[in-house]
């Protein structure tokens, strides 16, 4: 019997959720809908933008553009960032010396380098690369070194018994210890990335799910912005979903 | 063996410096061999004057501190927010399946937003009142409260909950004398990451919504490229996530000496 | 063909700002293909001892020498087994006991061939494929010994190897790694703080003093088992009823309680 509820749980809390959102909206009218969207009004406005578009694109367009740029990004920005970590996390001297610089850049939020990213880069996918690069580079590094790092002692010291060095050790020893938190890093990174992507597209963009959310909120277009809201969390979602099965093929050792 | 170990550890220092001060000489190069006009980027030093003059003459209103000081309290109104209903409910879902079930999936659906995307609502509801960068910001500091509070109760040893049920404990003496101390550790951890994003999230809030603080000195300066304003508000934010995090880094090893004591 | 020689070696360590000898002045020599366990009380530098052989320490002063060369670093020639294991989680059991091989050059079928066969000698047929955390505490340990055989060795080094092993575990690995010992003879050193186990496995028991870690006392084994015949009774718990077992056993347990008085006081 528990079991059985247990997969009926999420349908049916979906439901209920819906003639809650139902009843509340539309017909008691609790909320006034300029405060909150009914659902018909968000359907619509799904249909809209699916169909039509809104704010320079149909919302298929709005997603490619989001998901792809944040794809690049992250996946370049993560690739450094990883890079730097073994490299720092290896070397105690390379650690010396890049160590200051990062410790001093990484109390910025990401955030705050918008207005430098657009003084430099304008409005253009480039301030937003800029951006999420400085977003998602810092947690890989920090996650990456912390990884190798952690390899135990008696570890290490059988890799030297067994007389296992330069690129074996590498890459046979060091990096897959590091692995697990190689990827807790990139998670972070593309949670980061993510949100740093809404934001510089909300602050100016001509396409993309941020793009939407600004659009919408200067027309006072409640519904739109519960669909751009919607949409920044199910790709979100996604691609975080997408990351760990990526985690569960990359690490088949893991006790999960 | 000793002499050894306090030679590698001058050498570090002496890396560091290095590292560091070949940073600041790329940024003196690149200014002065004017990569980008001068208006784009400006030199070290005068961002550090910039800095200065910023305490002292306001800008757009206020001065760097007036500035600090609206940010700040906007994050601490939505920073303690997450942590009056983060605290009391995450120990509530560990003590009943009931609410747990019922909590989790409401969310897990929310919590992939990012919190940035609240600030069209946001604006919709609160227009540039303290309301709205205070939702942004509760949004951002909400989940790693919960999240970590809720694990620190559920991973508490069974035997003190059935110790203190024994000894008549009703749930609430349960949730506030047992789950709640034993769970500090977690929590206190669960804090500073709450503390960090929620502070990231006040910097996302303002430079969109908001007539006052840090993030709108930098979109102003953004605006009229007086960059050394920006990168002047740039340190500015930087420095007080700093500070806060040692802060909270301070209370957190506090609380594990008492662990480890225990 | 390989034996260590301890020529007056001792180990200094800074702890505190204070200077302390872990081991205080070691002479001792293994013989090839001999079975040398070292017991003593905790902190008596026994596996300090077993670290300058296997080059993961240096001495302070002194030498240690391996077929007569001076140790300096780690290598297969000098195979370790840890007490935890130290196995690789992201390989699996049979890239495990093969990377040692591999990275000493050796072609893919001789590694395949070697490893095949330690892997049936070990009783790990079956789990070739599989991870060590899906491997109990002795399979584990079992994959450790493996790969520390499968590179022949001249020197073998054990640490504790069955001490994070439950009883019953640690009794069926010291039954099988006589069976190995005597049928892959090496040159051994066993540390262990454990007193059976020390007389079972081993040809000469070392009793090391607290510290500064001295030998206290060296006790011949071989020649009393062969004398009576322990390999006569195949399962361990009938060779650990034997009166000249025993005896060795209570010998050397008096011997570590005068180390434990001396501390008393």
């Not at chain 2, 000489?25 to 800095?51: D, K, M, N, S």
């Not at chain 2, 008549?168 to 951890?189: E, H, N």
């Not at chain 2, 490229?225 to 880094?249: P, W």
Request: include cysteine; charge should be positive; aromatic fraction near 10%.
């Amino acid at each position: 019997m528990p079991s059985f509820v247990r997969y009926l749980y999420p349908p049916v809390f979906l439901l209920g959720t819906l003639l809650a959102w139902f009843a509340v909206s539309e017909w008691w009218q609790w909320i006034s809908p300029t405060r909150f969207p009914t659902p018909t009004q968000t359907a619509e406005a799904f249909r809209q933008i699916l169909i039509q578009g809104y704010g320079n694109g149909r919302l298929h367009q709005h997603i490619v553009q989001s998901v792809l740029l944040v794809s690049l990004s992250f996946t370049i920005s993560a690739a450094l960032g990883i890079a730097l970590g073994i490299f720092m996390g290896a070397s105690r001297k390379i650690e010396a010396l890049v160590n200051p610089v990062f410790l001093t850049l990484r109390p910025i939020p990401p955030l705050a380098w918008i207005p430098l990213a657009i003084v430099w880069l304008g409005l253009e996918n480039s301030a937003k690369v800029m951006v999420i690069f400085v977003a998602a580079f810092v947690p890989s590094v920090i996650n990456t070194f912390t990884g190798i790092r952690s390899l135990e002692v008696p570890q290490r010291e059988a890799a030297r018994m067994l007389g296992i060095r330069g690129r074996a050790y590498y890459f046979e020893v060091l990096i897959p210890a590091a692995m697990p938190m190689i990827f807790t890093g990139m998670r972070l990174s593309l949670q980061a990335s993510w949100t740093t992507l809404v934001a510089s597209e909300l602050v100016g963009a001509m396409l993309g799910l941020g793009s939407i959310l600004n659009q919408a909120a200067q027309d006072i277009n409640p519904p739109m912005i519960l669909v751009g809201m919607i949409f920044v969390a199910l790709c979100g979602w996604l691609m975080t979903y997408g990351l760990g099965r990526l985690e569960r093929l990359a690490i088949p050792w893991r006790p999960l | 063996m000793a002499s050894q170990r306090s030679n590698g550890w001058s050498e570090n220092v002496r890396l560091s410096l290095i590292g560091i001060t070949l940073f600041i000489g790329c940024w003196y190069l690149a200014v002065f061999f004017e990569i980008t006009p001068r208006r784009f980027l400006p030199a070290p030093h005068e961002v550090l004057f910039q800095f200065a003059r910023l305490i002292q003459e306001p800008f757009t209103g206020f001065t760097l501190g007036q500035h600090l000081l609206s940010s700040f309290r906007r994050f601490l109104n939505g920073f303690l927010l997450a942590i009056a209903i983060g605290i009391p409910l995450g120990l509530l879902m560990a003590l009943s399946r009931g609410v747990q079930l019922l909590v989790t999936p409401v969310f897990e659906s929310v919590r992939f937003v990012a919190p940035i995307a609240w600030v069209p609502f946001a604006a919709l509801w609160f227009g540039t009142g303290i309301g709205g960068p205070t939702l942004v910001i509760f949004m951002g500091a909400f989940p790693p409260v919960l999240i970590n509070t809720y694990r620190g109760a559920i991973y508490v040893d069974r035997k003190y909950i059935e110790a203190a049920k024994m000894l008549g404990a009703g749930p609430i003496r349960l949730m506030t004398q047992v789950l709640f101390p034993a769970s500090l550790p977690s929590i206190v951890a669960g804090l500073r990451i709450s503390a960090g994003l929620g502070w990231q999230s006040l910097v996302g809030a303002e430079l969109i919504v908001a007539s006052s603080g840090v993030g709108y000195m930098m979109v102003k300066g953004q605006a009229s490229i007086q960059t050394q304003i920006v990168m002047a508000g740039m340190i500015a934010i930087g420095l007080v996530g700093l500070l806060i995090d040692i802060l909270l880094r301070r209370v957190e090893r506090r609380f594990n000496r008492y662990q480890e004591v225990h | 063909m390989a034996d260590i020689r301890f020529e007056a070696v001792q180990r200094a360590f800074v702890q505190g700002g204070k200077e302390f000898l872990a081991v205080g002045g070691i002479d001792l020599v293994v013989a090839n293909q001999e079975f040398v366990a070292i017991v003593g009380p905790s902190g008596c530098g026994k596996t300090t001892c077993m670290r300058l052989v296997a080059g993961l320490d240096q001495p302070s002063s002194g030498r240690v020498l391996v077929n007569g060369e001076e140790v300096t670093e780690p290598g297969p020639e000098r195979a370790v087994v840890f007490q935890q294991f130290a196995l690789f989680p992201w390989k699996t059991v049979f890239e495990n006991i093969a990377f040692g091989l591999r990275a000493m050059g050796l072609g893919k079928t001789e590694i395949d061939d070697r490893v095949n066969r330690f892997i049936s000698m070990m009783g790990l047929s079956g789990y070739e494929q599989a991870y060590p955390h899906q491997l109990s505490g002795g399979m584990q340990q079992r994959v450790a010994i493996a790969r520390a055989y499968v590179l022949d060795p001249g020197v073998l080094l054990m640490d504790e190897p069955f001490g994070a092993l439950d009883a019953q575990t640690r009794v069926v690995m010291q039954e099988e790694l006589v069976r190995l010992a005597r049928k892959n003879p090496k040159t051994v050193l066993f540390i262990t703080h454990a007193v059976e186990e020390a007389v079972y496995l081993a040809d000469r028991v070392v009793v090391m003093s607290r510290r500064p870690g001295l030998i206290r006392e060296i006790i011949d084994v071989k020649s009393i088992r062969e004398k009576e015949r322990w390999d006569d009774h195949p399962r361990i718990e009938d060779v650990m009823d034997l009166g000249s077992f025993v005896h060795l056993r209570s010998h050397i347990w008096r011997l570590l309680r005068e180390q434990h008085l001396g501390d008393d006081q």
